[in-house]
């Protein structure tokens, strides 16, 4: 049996079944009923809400052998051919594709006749806003002296385009996006039906990203059935929709929050090693603020279960509520730069550094006018302080982009005699390990294709020799709980894959100058260079709102 793309096997058949469109379906039913009808009526709403099924059942409802009812019977000559849209006395016109006067005219000259089988000649005209004005002027004559026997079924996602004399001669009504909760469990019920095992995060996810319309949702359900081998799986539809695992967002997040510098800095590397979408980190962060504020504004989630409801909750008590308005207007306020920087890397990298550089004081201090001016915390001399004038902070602010990396340890240079490491920075790191030395391989070392507890162990050794080769590291005593067997074999398996046939040797000793320290230096000379009053947001935020940024305390304690 060929596969039948879920949208069209569930296109609903009947006014109940559906979706979210309740006001305009009891307005419907009440008006066949009582047989009160008028004879055109538009739909509009944004795509995939339910426009040209709505009008499809109407003409069902209209035609049905069994008389005009709000409950069609789905079964009898007329209804089977409506479905299958074969019905003669149901014209249905795209009109994106017939644009011309010619064409309407052609298409209403047949108008006057009586409908052939049915009860009324329907004429279902689609994405209506396309017509041509003198397209719009033939429609209108039939509009203005209607035959008894026509209805006009008129759909459109552009009200705004249609003539005000078209306008004022249909009844109008308004479908509605459907809500995440209304996709996702249309969703799931579909899926019981079709008996797929799926988990309900990727129903979520999917919900979410179809952006309030069914069909979009159906067709990447589809797609995802298709792509899971017919399972739906989280991670399956991730991978499909090339969208970030929130548990990195969720991490970074943690990081930034706890001024983690060390840990934001790997996570940094580790997103572009990953080549993420870093528009998308940033839209994830926007939806993860959105979620935390939600908590502790109105003690409630929004139930789209895209991120976890403990982290949720973690953030709400540990990040203030300014605090958490301040990371969102520096996240929008990026994302809006972003879009017009010629490097997402680097404007990313900003977006984060300012969340790390800002931090906003409790409110209530006296003499602001209208809102309280926020000031400096009395742990102040932690991190970076900027005083900020709530009453504008939803100014936009116009910024030129930095040029600045946070990617520390790329930015340290090898020693005059060492042999270029990296020979391209797209293509895979190749390191010559013939004459290596351990300034080369601390600032190779972001490049290296090592992962987790392997990479981290591994930035606690230094190179200590490289004779006959053999690679001799020195590993930080204090390190040696990231020694196990599992990590130095999977360490190995990688250096033989890059030097072909080295071979390595570990020496526990208390002092060693590793890639970690090495790291822990660069990031501190780095962000003395990116302390606030740099950075061009800093300058227009003391410009705009007369905030003052408080030295001393940036990586210099
Ligand atoms: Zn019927």
Known sequence: MTYQALARKYRPQNFQEIVGQEHVVQALVNGLENNRLHHAFLFTGTRGVGK????????????????????????????????????????EVDAASRTGVDDTRALLENVHYAPSKGRYKIYLIDEVHMFSKSSFNALLKTLEEPPEHVKFLLATTEPDKLPITVLSRCLQFNLKRLTQKQIADHLVSLLEKEQVSFDEKAVSLIARVADGSMRDSLSLLDQSLAFGAGNVTYDEIRNMLGTVEHSHVTELMKMVAAGDHDGVVEKLEWLHEMSIDHVQVLEELCLLLHEVALIQQFNRVTGSAAFDSADLKYFAQQISAEQVQMYYQLVMLSLDQMRMAPNKKISFEMAIIRMLAFEIGPAGQPGSKKKPELSATETSTQTATVSVQAE???????????????????????????KPVIQAEQARPVLDFDGLTHDVWTAAFPKLPLKGMTREMARHFELLKNEAKTLTFAVDSQAQMYLSDKSKQVFEQILQAETQGYKVVYQLTDEVNSVAKAQALAAQAQQKQLAPHKDPVVSELQQQFGATVIENKFGTQ
Do not use: M, W, Y
């Open 392 to 418: 504008s902070s939803t100014q936009s602010v116009a910024t030129n982009e930095s040029v600045h990396s946070v990617s520390s340890t790329n930015s340290s240079k090898p020693e005059s005699n060492a």
């Open 52 to 91: 040209t099924t709505l009008a499809r059942v109407l003409a069902k409802s209209l035609n049905c052998i069994d008389g005009i009812t709000g409950t069609p019977c789905g079964v009898c000559a007329h209804c089977e051919e409506i479905k299958s849209g074969e019905f003669i006395d149901l014209i």
